[in-house]
């Protein structure tokens, strides 16, 4: 049982690129998150999916889109990196009827 | 004023001591108050959450929860140097509604317990 897995644990992007971040869990949860911390700042909610086929905007979705691919996966893609997503990225799963977030490793992104 | 606010640190206390970890809310419809650990280089994870008024207890930890005042506090008994870490305090989002989950965090206080 992996819990909450993150591909890649790194990347160095240049402004303008394009990536993914791929996100899967294996508990079987409901609800998915993507958050970004930056030094200083706690964690910020990018996006998130309360179950498989939705998705909503958190405090600070501009700049990615997501996609629930299925009950497992939830992926973060930056269309065009900017220096400002530089950042660590997690990924959490939530059992709709429990109340712990679960976290990835996180993806520690550099854009220059 | 932010949404959820944690005392700024960085706070140092001996091995042994009691530390005191405090959080403010600003949104009164609040209704579930967790404590996340992160050690340096690694992912939050739960070590306490609260939904009712009063005192919670687990092993050294106890979380305190005052809507009146909309303060949640963690205290930290006999402290080690393995509790050096950042603690983050998060409030359940109402306007997602419970289902959703969804958590906003503060910027966190970091630990440090020397020997």
């Known amino acids: 049982n992996a819990g909450v897995t993150q591909t890649p644990k790194f990347q160095v992007l240049k402004t303008g690129q394009s990536m993914t971040l791929q996100c899967a869990q294996d508990?079987?949860?409901?609800?998915m998150y993507w958050y970004r911390q930056d030094p200083g700042m706690g964690l910020r909610l990018i996006y998130y999916?309360?179950?498989?086929?939705?998705?909503d905007k958190g405090e600070v979705p501009n700049g990615y889109n997501v996609s629930r691919l299925n009950k497992r996966e939830f992926s973060l893609r930056l269309e065009s990196a900017a220096p400002s997503q530089t950042s660590v990225y997690f990924c959490?799963?939530?059992?709709?009827?429990?109340?712990?977030?679960?976290f990835g490793p996180g993806t520690r992104l550099t854009v220059l | 004023q932010k949404e959820v606010e944690q005392n700024s640190g960085p706070l140092s206390v001996p091995e042994g001591a009691i530390a005191s970890l405090n959080c403010t809310y600003s949104d009164r419809g609040s209704q579930s108050f967790f404590w996340y650990r992160q050690y340096s280089g690694k992912s939050p994870e739960l070590i306490m959450f609260?939904?009712?008024?009063g005192d919670k207890e687990d092993g050294r930890f106890t979380a305190q929860l005052n809507k009146a005042s909309q303060y949640v506090s963690l205290l930290i008994r006999d402290s080690q140097p393995s509790d050096s870490a950042t603690y983050l305090c998060a409030v359940n989002n109402p306007t997602g509604g419970t289902s959703y989950g969804k958590l906003t965090f503060g910027q966190g206080t970091i630990l440090t317990v020397h020997p």
């Open positions: 609260i939904y009712s008024n």
């Open positions: 508990m079987n949860h409901n609800s």
């Open positions: 999916s309360a179950s498989e086929g939705t998705t």
């Open positions: 959490a799963s939530r059992q709709s009827t429990g109340s712990e977030q679960f």
